[in-house]
């Protein structure tokens, strides 16, 4: 059977609980990344995944941030954060052991201003994030790099490249940090599967009708090492949770992977 993956910025996981179980009924992926889940850990909403049949996996924060894995099968090992010695991190990394896969779901810094400190941050945020995949695994593992990454990483994924050339998500600078990350040994699954423009998986709720006038950003994505990108079998984004009653400003990206079992 095939290894269905998705991520998705939930924008508050306890107030988007209304769309969340539905989806998860309807779509059954075998793994859920969710970020911005705004929580912390001891007020998490896990029993209702779990009567969903998912094992929840969390590091959440008080009203900002935080980072969740759901799981049909259970997770053999989970890491909270970066272990480098560099400064505490927010609750944006939790990586995962799960069916032979080691997921690494990110929330990474959206950055603010290009004067901001926190774009700064986030430039270093994506530093640490390369010396982790250095220094903890190689590249012929079967690892997946998913979440809500802030960028877009070429002009066919943002509706407006050269008005908004320059932003925080969307500038030379902060390219050239996220490639760094995936020249590592990454390939961008939905890529290729979909290659040309037009699908994005933000939508600002300021934007009146943004998806039907196609005012979006492609800022998640599915990243897979090799071993596991020559599985994957196809790849989209899911614009009914975009549609539902009070959404998320994001939309679940999905990818689907054949025969597990081979990992």
């Known amino acids: 059977m095939p290894l269905l ?29 969710l970020q911005e889940t705004k929580v912390q850990d001891e007020e998490y909403p896990a029993a209702p995944f779990q009567e969903a049949g998912y094992h929840v996996t969390f590091k959440g ?27 505490a991190d927010e609750a944006r990394l939790l990586i995962a052991e799960i069916a032979g896969i080691t997921v690494v779901n990110t929330y990474v810094p959206q ?6 400190e926190m774009y700064q941050y986030k430039l270093a945020w994506f530093d640490r994030l390369r010396a982790l995949f250095e220094t903890q695994f190689t590249r012929d593992q079967p690892i997946v790099w998913v979440g809500d990454i802030n960028v877009a ?17 969307f500038n030379p600078q902060v390219t050239d940090a ?39 950003w492609r800022i998640d994505h599915i990243q897979a090492t090799k071993p596991l990108a020559d599985r994957s079998i196809n790849s989209w984004i899911d614009l ?12 679940p990206l999905m990818a689907a992977f054949a025969d597990s079992s081979a990992f």
């Not at 998705?6 to 779509?27: C, D, G, H, Q, Y």
């Not at 950055?111 to 901001?116: L, P, T």
């Open 5 to 33: 993956i998705a991520t998705f910025n939930v924008n508050s996981v306890r107030s988007r609980m209304p769309i969340l179980l539905p989806w998860l009924e309807k779509t059954s992926p075998d793994i859920v990344c």
């Open 111 to 116: 950055g603010r201003d290009v004067e901001h």
């Open 178 to 216: 996220f490639h760094k990350v995936t020249d590592w040994g990454f390939v961008d699954v939905f890529r290729k599967h979909v290659p040309e423009g037009g699908h994005y998986t933000y939508y600002d709720y300021r934007a009146r009708n943004a998806i039907a006038n196609g005012v979006g």
């Open 240 to 251: 009914e949770p975009r549609t539902a009653d009070k959404p998320s400003d994001h939309t």
């Open 61 to 87: 924060q008080k009203s900002y941030n935080g980072v969740a894995i759901l799981s049909k099968s259970e997770p053999s090992s989970v890491i909270n954060g970066f272990d480098d010695g560099g400064p």
């Open 153 to 169: 990483p070429t002009d066919i994924d943002i509706h407006d490249p050269k008005r908004l050339l320059g932003h925080v998500c």
